[in-house]
């Protein structure tokens, strides 16, 4: 039977409609006809809706082909070729990734879902300061009904994995919610034999079991307070170490010393030398540590052990994320920029590194991409008919080398950008291997789609602007004697320096009445254009007043009454002292207006039953009505976005 006609959040007429309904009702209607007629072939069978909607962090098309050679991202070339894609999709404004992934999982902007930024200040306004802020990540940020809540309402088996503002406080019989960037437990951490000295290993139980053939060592170092023991074995030199709670090699788990991978990754295992997981209960519920040995000297003397920052994943269910973590070994969120910014993996090519620093961080993000996949293999062989999905690899990498492609930038070197750009080039494709895994996924399903999204685009920075600075030197935002914002002596201030908001009476302690709102706001908007970069160039190029809210989802209860554009070049930041505008780290961000070309993401569709071809211009908020529509659902009750599944899909009425 063909589908109806789909637009907002009309139900497909077949979808989990069982197929003998429909042969039955063929076969009464022929009973009651006058002229004998042989028997209806049977309805073949209607395949049940599935889809997964993964967002790929800072996916940006235009950046994706100007600056990736296509044979490094082949899935996502063919993604953009041959599946059904907007022309772009407009992201929340701020493009912030909270703001814009809330967008996509409620189908409307913070205006409406209550997420306008990466920190925001917390409601509701008449308990709080203006000042008083919180993670726009956090579940309690939602004031929005998320896809994954209409869905399981819907009575459709649901799994999200990792998505932002999640698990929240939902609880659905057959919706299962994980999320592991809310509660970290341990930071990434470099072992060498400065933090932890080797020395005669004494105690250890079945040694014997080894075979080792020089004498054992043991090091050790903490974990949130836990000993962690580690032994430094060989078979005529050290090259191994088991890594355990306690000092027996069977409770432990091991890793062999290997340079850091240069082969490219299209062939082989990923994260290859990484050791297996050792469980860790831990307040809260498990976490899983790795090691991988980047070095280990013959005599033993010397070593670089890396292992992998520590999360506990949280989930609604509460049991669920033990089984999760213990069917895939273990989730990883981020790779190790931290420590290579940090030089724990040696110099780096910008300091004049040879390139091992990047290679040993890459395989960091290989460990990611592992983890990742296995966790939606799992959730997909669940059952789940709608998989919501997660990869912050993009993000990641743009963040801190896309500005070093930048020709503009202070210092730019073709030389150092041709060697970064190549160590991006293997990060991306690490992306594309993970898209294709997805792919795979829905092959040979004529029931099941892949909707790729992403939050926003990515901007080269070397400079940072401090609109909360400007503000303080017109004398519109006030300090304390701790440096903290006075709120009785502040009428306006930037909480992520993405936006300003006028300290209106509405808020505890608010000192601007609603007849001198529009007064503050062109004081504030005075104050940000007055700021001079280098050579007296303005940082602010256009400014924007909303009150109220609008159709891009600027303003609302957490959003301002004020935002701007700056020069090329400049990263905004919420800090309250400083200069206004100077210079900062070379690398790339994101926040700027949603129309910029650079902030736009993607909203592309790919399956059986789906069309290939451009659909024109998009939006992140018409993710989630067109992936309800495909499961023949009605869309999130607060989504503002629109289905764009007619375009789309295959199926058509005669």
Same mark, same amino acid.
């Given at each position: 039977m063909a589908a109806q006609h789909i637009s907002g959040s009309t139900r497909l007429a077949h979808v989990r409609r069982p197929p003998e309904r429909l042969a039955g009702a063929t076969l009464l209607f022929l009973l009651g006809c006058s002229a004998p007629r042989p028997a209806p072939e049977p309805a073949p069978p209607v395949a049940p809706r599935r889809a997964i909607l993964v967002s790929f962090d800072a996916l940006n098309e235009r950046r994706a082909r100007e600056t990736v050679p296509g044979e490094a991202i082949p899935a996502f070339r063919r993604l953009f070729a041959e599946a059904a894609c907007a022309d772009h999709a407009v992201p929340a404004w701020p493009s912030k990734t909270s703001a814009s992934h809330a967008s996509v999982w409620t189908g409307a902007y913070g205006d409406v879902n209550g997420v306008a930024a990466n920190w925001q200040p917390l409601l509701p306004r008449e308990q709080h300061t203006i000042a008083e802020g919180g993670s726009g990540y956090a579940a309690s940020a939602l004031r929005a009904e998320p896809i994954w809540a209409a869905a399981a309402r819907a009575g459709l088996r649901v799994v999200g994995h990792h998505p932002t503002q999640a698990p929240g406080d939902f609880h659905g019989p057959d919706a299962l919610i994980l999320n592991g960037y809310s509660r970290h437990y341990a930071p990434d951490l470099v072992i060498t034999a400065a933090t932890a000295r080797p020395r005669p290993a004494l105690g250890w139980r079945r040694l014997e079991s080894l075979g080792t053939t020089v004498p054992p060592k043991e090091i050790a170092w903490a974990v949130e307070g836990d000993s962690i023991f580690g032994l430094? $074995?060989?078979?005529g030199r050290y090259a191994a170490v088991v890594v355990s709670r306690e000092r027996d090699v069977r409770s432990g788990v091991r890793a062999l010393v290997a340079p850091a991978e240069a082969e490219p990754t299209a062939e082989r295992p990923l994260a290859r030398h990484f050791s297996e997981p050792l469980v860790l209960d831990v307040p809260g519920g498990r976490a899983y540590l790795r090691v991988r040995v980047f070095h280990l000297a013959p005599d033993g003397s010397d070593f670089l052990i890396f292992q992998p920052a520590l999360?506990?994943?949280?989930?609604?269910?509460?049991?669920? =994320?033990?089984? &999760?973590?213990? =069917?895939?070994?273990?989730?990883?969120g981020n790779g190790a920029q931290d420590l290579l910014l940090e030089g724990g993996f040696g110099p780096t090519l910008a300091e004049g590194g040879?390139?091992?620093?990047?290679?040993? &961080?890459?395989?960091?993000?290989?460990?990611?991409?592992?983890?990742?996949?296995?966790?939606?293999?799992?959730?997909?062989?669940?059952?789940?008919?709608?998989?919501?999905? &997660?990869?912050?690899?993009?993000?990641?990498?743009?963040?801190?080398?896309?500005?070093?492609?930048?020709?503009?930038? *202070?210092?730019y070197r073709p030389d150092l950008a041709r060697r970064i750009e190549s160590m991006r080039e293997r990060a991306w494709r690490l992306a594309d291997r993970r898209l294709a895994a997805l792919q795979r996924l829905v092959e040979g399903d004529s029931g099941a789609a892949l909707f790729v999204t992403g939050d926003h685009g990515m901007r080269p920075t070397w400079r940072a602007f401090r609109p909360n600075v400007a503000?303080?030197?017109a004398?519109?935002?006030?300090?304390?004697?701790?440096?903290? +914002?006075?709120?009785?002596?502040?009428? =306006?201030?930037?909480?992520?320096?993405? $936006?300003?908001m006028v300290n209106t009476t509405d808020w505890r302690g608010g000192i601007v009445s609603p007849d001198s709102i529009?007064?503050?706001?062109a004081a504030a908007e005075a104050a940000i254009r007055a700021v001079r970069g280098e050579e007296g160039v303005p940082v602010v190029t256009r400014t924007w007043r909303v009150l109220g809210s609008d159709s891009l989802g600027r303003g609302g209860p957490v959003g301002g009454?004020? &935002?701007?554009?700056?020069?090329?070049?400049? +990263?905004?930041?919420?800090?309250?002292?400083g200069v206004a505008a100077g210079p900062a780290r070379i690398g790339a961000d994101h926040g700027y207006p949603s129309i910029s070309p650079d902030m736009y993401t993607v909203l592309c569709a790919s399956g059986p039953a789906?069309? *290939?071809?451009?659909?024109?211009?998009?939006?992140?908020?018409?993710?989630?009505?067109?992936?309800?529509?495909?499961?023949?659902?009605?869309?999130?009750r607060d989504s503002r976005g629109r289905s764009r599944l007619g375009p789309i899909s295959a199926e058509r009425r005669p």
């Amino acid at each position: 039977m063909a589908a109806q006609h789909i637009s907002g959040s009309t139900r497909l007429a077949h979808v989990r409609r069982p197929p003998e309904r429909l042969a039955g009702a063929t076969l009464l209607f022929l009973l009651g006809c006058s002229a004998p007629r042989p028997a209806p072939e049977p309805a073949p069978p209607v395949a049940p809706r599935r889809a997964i909607l993964v967002s790929f962090d800072a996916l940006n098309e235009r950046r994706a082909r100007e600056t990736v050679p296509g044979e490094a991202i082949p899935a996502f070339r063919r993604l953009f070729a041959e599946a059904a894609c907007a022309d772009h999709a407009v992201p929340a404004w701020p493009s912030k990734t909270s703001a814009s992934h809330a967008s996509v999982w409620t189908g409307a902007y913070g205006d409406v879902n209550g997420v306008a930024a990466n920190w925001q200040p917390l409601l509701p306004r008449e308990q709080h300061t203006i000042a008083e802020g919180g993670s726009g990540y956090a579940a309690s940020a939602l004031r929005a009904e998320p896809i994954w809540a209409a869905a399981a309402r819907a009575g459709l088996r649901v799994v999200g994995h990792h998505p932002t503002q999640a698990p929240g406080d939902f609880h659905g019989p057959d919706a299962l919610i994980l999320n592991g960037y809310s509660r970290h437990y341990a930071p990434d951490l470099v072992i060498t034999a400065a933090t932890a000295r080797p020395r005669p290993a004494l105690g250890w139980r079945r040694l014997e079991s080894l075979g080792t053939t020089v004498p054992p060592k043991e090091i050790a170092w903490a974990v949130e307070g836990d000993s962690i023991f580690g032994l430094l $074995y060989g078979r005529g030199r050290y090259a191994a170490v088991v890594v355990s709670r306690e000092r027996d090699v069977r409770s432990g788990v091991r890793a062999l010393v290997a340079p850091a991978e240069a082969e490219p990754t299209a062939e082989r295992p990923l994260a290859r030398h990484f050791s297996e997981p050792l469980v860790l209960d831990v307040p809260g519920g498990r976490a899983y540590l790795r090691v991988r040995v980047f070095h280990l000297a013959p005599d033993g003397s010397d070593f670089l052990i890396f292992q992998p920052a520590l999360s506990v994943v949280t989930s609604q269910p509460p049991a669920a =994320a033990s089984a &999760y973590g213990d =069917a895939i070994g273990g989730w990883v969120g981020n790779g190790a920029q931290d420590l290579l910014l940090e030089g724990g993996f040696g110099p780096t090519l910008a300091e004049g590194g040879g390139g091992e620093a990047e290679l040993r &961080y890459l395989e960091s993000l290989e460990l990611v991409t592992r983890q990742f996949m296995r966790g939606s293999d799992w959730a997909w062989a669940r059952g789940a008919e709608l998989l919501l999905d &997660y990869f912050p690899l993009l993000d990641e990498v743009d963040h801190l080398w896309f500005g070093y492609l930048e020709p503009a930038a *202070p210092g730019y070197r073709p030389d150092l950008a041709r060697r970064i750009e190549s160590m991006r080039e293997r990060a991306w494709r690490l992306a594309d291997r993970r898209l294709a895994a997805l792919q795979r996924l829905v092959e040979g399903d004529s029931g099941a789609a892949l909707f790729v999204t992403g939050d926003h685009g990515m901007r080269p920075t070397w400079r940072a602007f401090r609109p909360n600075v400007a503000l303080a030197r017109a004398g519109l935002l006030a300090l304390d004697d701790s440096g903290r +914002v006075d709120v009785a002596r502040t009428r =306006a201030y930037s909480p992520d320096g993405l $936006y300003i908001m006028v300290n209106t009476t509405d808020w505890r302690g608010g000192i601007v009445s609603p007849d001198s709102i529009e007064a503050v706001v062109a004081a504030a908007e005075a104050a940000i254009r007055a700021v001079r970069g280098e050579e007296g160039v303005p940082v602010v190029t256009r400014t924007w007043r909303v009150l109220g809210s609008d159709s891009l989802g600027r303003g609302g209860p957490v959003g301002g009454q004020l &935002y701007y554009e700056t020069a090329p070049g400049y +990263v905004w930041r919420r800090d309250l002292t400083g200069v206004a505008a100077g210079p900062a780290r070379i690398g790339a961000d994101h926040g700027y207006p949603s129309i910029s070309p650079d902030m736009y993401t993607v909203l592309c569709a790919s399956g059986p039953a789906i069309s *290939p071809g451009r659909i024109g211009p998009a939006r992140t908020i018409d993710a989630a009505p067109t992936v309800s529509a495909w499961l023949g659902i009605a869309a999130p009750r607060d989504s503002r976005g629109r289905s764009r599944l007619g375009p789309i899909s295959a199926e058509r009425r005669p």
